[in-house]
């Protein structure tokens, strides 16, 4: 299974500033200076392997949008924030070499950021689509419904040529999607939210975003740690500082790097994914976060087997 | 045994046990230093919150100031950093400041990955974090 992020931002889409763009380029400009590298293809390749991701790179600014790819089959999607638009376009280039016209979403919640991708999904303008929005939500019709009406967007809900279908999950009852046994769980987070266990032969992927975690609360990280238990890949809000989290915006419904690194080490999970990045980052912070994620990891591994930690970008691809 | 405010040259130790360890305590003048042992997380947080409370109650203007000796902190969780937070909070409100001193190298990088750095005033050690808080105690730490 190949997971590839579409958006990966939380709360907010953001873009790159000029200013971000500058600060990109006069460090790779310097770089070259002080190496005498002149030859394009030359330091391209020198950057990537010396400077950091956020120099070379960008983290980018859609909001949440993952997907699972099998590489056969129907689609599997979870959540439809901004990044659904560029996800959409390549749904249809890739249906068009063979793959069935399915996708099946798997919304955390429908909170604005992980469903504004909808209106502008390419695939619910097609009638050869069916489109399958599942969730623990009752209201998941609803919130679609509503954030076409007028006069918030012009393409009411009601034109959208796809057939789309609405699936309600319960806790603690598999659900059977494209060969992936799928697993839910309701999180902590305003009006709740629910994570996602995808299992198939062996591999299992958790998605796990605006989910707040209250240290104090030992019950419930034991539920999690359960849920997370040998995943190969944990997909994780991490937005926020510890420090923030449970403080100035505890009942923000966000959670921190140093809990996810704790539940995931409990859990025996291999490799760890930081998501839900907040808007106010760029990407140098963003890749501190990384940094200092890898570096707290180090610090209280003990004895255990290394926890591989990433952080989610636009366009990262992890196969699981 | 909240302290009084009387000056006193005698370390008051230990006071009262977290779990399997100690939380020792100790008395310079206007300042109360304590020291929780070992590892802080789920399974000791409430203890020594509760083991804390006394001082922190006392924690306000006329009353103490509150050092968080680390020096003998092996490690501290999100759970144990909660009940620091806690702590800081309250004292905040009261009016007081609670203050951390001695951290070894693991704690400390463990609260500039988390960000308490920003919630706390941080002093190498103990001595420092007295002169800073109050020249009589620091006067009764020199000469215990």
């Given at each position: 299974?190949?997971?590839?992020f579409?958006?990966?931002?939380?709360?907010?889409?953001?873009?790159?500033?000029?200013?971000?763009?500058?600060?990109k380029?006069r460090?790779?400009?310097?770089?070259?200076?002080?190496?005498?590298v002149?030859?394009?293809?030359?330091?391209?390749?020198?950057?990537?392997?010396?400077?950091?991701?956020?120099?070379?790179?960008?983290?980018?600014?859609?909001?949440?949008?993952?997907?699972?790819?099998?590489?056969?089959?129907?689609?599997?999607?979870?959540?439809?924030?901004?990044?659904?638009?560029?996800l959409?376009?390549?749904?249809?280039?890739?249906?068009?070499?063979?793959r069935?016209?399915?996708?099946?979403?798997?919304?955390?919640?429908?909170?604005?950021?992980?469903?504004?991708?909808?209106?502008?999904?390419?695939?619910?303008?097609?009638?050869?689509?069916?489109?399958?929005?599942?969730?623990?939500?009752?209201e998941?019709?609803?919130?679609l419904?509503?954030?076409?009406?007028?006069?918030?967007?012009?393409?009411?809900?009601?034109?959208?040529?796809?057939?789309?279908?609405?699936?309600?999950?319960e806790?603690?009852?598999?659900?059977?999607?494209?060969g992936?046994?799928?697993?839910?769980?309701?999180?902590?987070?305003?009006?709740d939210?629910?994570?996602?266990?995808?299992?198939?032969?062996?591999?299992?992927?958790?998605?796990?975003?605006?989910?707040?975690?209250?240290?104090?609360?030992?019950?419930?990280?034991?539920?999690?740690?359960?849920?997370?238990?040998?995943?190969?890949?944990?997909?994780?809000?991490?937005?926020?500082?510890?420090?923030?989290?449970?403080?100035?915006k505890?009942?923000?419904?966000?959670?921190?790097?140093?809990?996810a690194?704790?539940?995931?080490?409990?859990?025996?999970?291999?490799?760890?994914?930081?998501?839900?990045h907040e808007?106010?980052?760029?990407?140098?912070?963003?890749?501190?976060?990384?940094?200092?994620?890898?570096?707290?990891?180090?610090?209280?591994?003990?004895?255990?087997?290394?926890l591989?930690?990433?952080?989610?970008?636009?366009?990262?691809?992890?196969?699981? | 045994?909240?302290?009084?405010?009387?000056?006193?040259?005698?370390?008051?130790?230990?006071?009262?046990?977290?779990?399997?360890?100690?939380?020792?305590?100790s008395?310079?003048?206007?300042?109360?230093?304590v020291?929780?042992?070992?590892?802080?997380?789920?399974?000791?947080?409430?203890?020594?919150?509760?083991?804390?409370?006394?001082?922190?109650?006392?924690?306000r203007?006329?009353?103490?100031?509150?050092v968080?000796?680390?020096?003998?902190?092996?490690?501290?969780?999100?759970?144990?950093?909660r009940?620091?937070?806690?702590?800081?909070?309250?004292?905040?409100?009261?009016?007081?400041?609670?203050?951390?001193?001695?951290?070894?190298?693991?704690?400390?990088?463990?609260?500039?990955?988390?960000?308490?750095?920003?919630?706390?005033?941080?002093?190498?050690?103990?001595?420092?974090?007295?002169?800073?808080?109050?020249?009589r105690a620091?006067?009764?730490?020199?000469?215990?």
């Amino acid at each position: 299974m190949r997971v590839r992020f579409w958006g990966t931002r939380g709360s907010l889409p953001v873009a790159l500033t000029s200013t971000g763009v500058r600060r990109k380029l006069r460090s790779a400009l310097t770089y070259a200076l002080e190496a005498g590298v002149t030859d394009v293809d030359a330091l391209l390749a020198n950057l990537d392997r010396d400077a950091d991701f956020a120099v070379t790179h960008t983290y980018g600014g859609h909001s949440a949008c993952v997907e699972l790819d099998t590489g056969a089959g129907e689609f599997i999607v979870c959540d439809l924030g901004s990044g659904a638009r560029p996800l959409g376009n390549d749904l249809l280039q890739r249906a068009a070499a063979g793959r069935p016209r399915i996708v099946n979403v798997f919304l955390s919640h429908v909170h604005w950021d992980h469903i504004m991708g909808f209106p502008f999904f390419a695939p619910a303008y097609d009638p050869d689509w069916t489109i399958r929005i599942h969730g623990g939500h009752a209201e998941l019709e609803h919130a679609l419904r509503l954030q076409q009406s007028a006069p918030c967007f012009p393409v009411p809900f009601d034109r959208l040529a796809a057939r789309i279908e609405f699936v309600r999950l319960e806790p603690g009852v598999p659900h059977m999607t494209n060969g992936i046994e799928v697993a839910i769980k309701k999180q902590r987070h305003s009006g709740d939210s629910y994570g996602y266990r995808f299992t198939r032969s062996g591999r299992r992927l958790v998605y796990t975003t605006d989910s707040e975690h209250r240290p104090e609360d030992a019950e419930e990280a034991a539920g999690f740690v359960e849920f997370f238990r040998g995943a190969d890949l944990v997909v994780f809000d991490a937005m926020y500082s510890l420090l923030d989290a449970i403080s100035v915006k505890e009942d923000w419904g966000h959670s921190s790097n140093i809990v996810a690194v704790e539940l995931c080490q409990r859990a025996a999970v291999k490799h760890l994914c930081l998501f839900h990045h907040e808007p106010a980052y760029d990407d140098e912070q963003i890749e501190q976060v990384l940094r200092e994620t890898v570096r707290f990891e180090e610090l209280t591994r003990g004895e255990a087997a290394r926890l591989m930690i990433s952080s989610a970008s636009d366009g990262l691809e992890i196969d699981v | 045994m909240p302290p009084s405010g009387e000056v006193s040259s005698s370390a008051i130790a230990p006071v009262g046990r977290i779990g399997a360890g100690l939380l020792p305590a100790s008395r310079y003048a206007d300042v109360v230093v304590v020291a929780p042992q070992d590892r802080l997380d789920h399974a000791n947080g409430d203890a020594f919150s509760l083991a804390l409370e006394p001082y922190l109650a006392d924690c306000r203007p006329g009353g103490i100031h509150l050092v968080l000796d680390l020096s003998a902190l092996r490690y501290v969780s999100s759970a144990g950093l909660r009940c620091f937070m806690l702590a800081a909070k309250q004292a905040k409100a009261q009016g007081g400041e609670v203050v951390i001193a001695g951290m070894q190298a693991v704690v400390r990088e463990i609260f500039e990955i988390s960000r308490f750095t920003l919630l706390f005033k941080v002093f190498d050690d103990v001595s420092a974090a007295l002169e800073a808080l109050s020249p009589r105690a620091a006067q009764v730490h020199r000469g215990r």
